[in-house]
Nanobody, 127 residues
Framework: QVQLVESGGGLVQAGGSLRLSCAAS????????MGWFRQGPGKEREFVAV????????YDADSVKGRITISRDNAKNTVYLQMNSLKSEDTAVYYC????????????????????WGPGTQVTVSS
């Protein structure tokens, strides 16, 4: 069983920055691919970014490319999402998720690839 808890969300003006964190339980965090997803009002959950279990590979959605950085600290069982130049369309609940059973360099991007999810943290960008 893996438990995930996101933090760092909040209200920010357009053009601002936020750093989201996701703390994971479990002794095998370094074997999980970790992803960030978001769900805006009336929208489906969508992929934002992923980092492989080894941390050597990342992949970002086109909608956030160049504005976000995903990273992980396996010693702290934590994954981060640094978001810059935020736009009103970034407003959503942001979820972190753990993907189990992937290779150390795999970067899964589908919702169904992930077995464990956090409760989410709200990000609101005011224009």
């Amino acid at each position: 069983q893996v438990q995930l808890v996101e933090s760092g969300g909040g209200l920010v003006q357009a053009g601002g920055s936020l750093r989201l964190s996701c703390a994971a339980s479990g002794r095998t965090f370094s074997s999980y691919a970790m992803g960030w997803f978001r769900q805006g009002p009336g929208k489906e959950r969508e992929f934002v970014a992923v980092i492989s279990a080894s941390g050597s590979r990342t992949y970002d959605a086109d909608s956030v490319k160049g504005r976000i950085t995903i990273s992980r600290d396996n010693a702290k069982n934590t994954v981060y999402l640094q978001m810059n130049s935020l736009k009103s369309e970034d407003t959503a609940v942001y979820y972190c998720a753990a993907g189990i059973g992937f290779s150390a360099i795999h970067t899964p991007t589908r919702v169904r690839d992930y077995a464990y999810w956090g409760p989410g943290t709200q990000v609101t960008v005011s224009s």
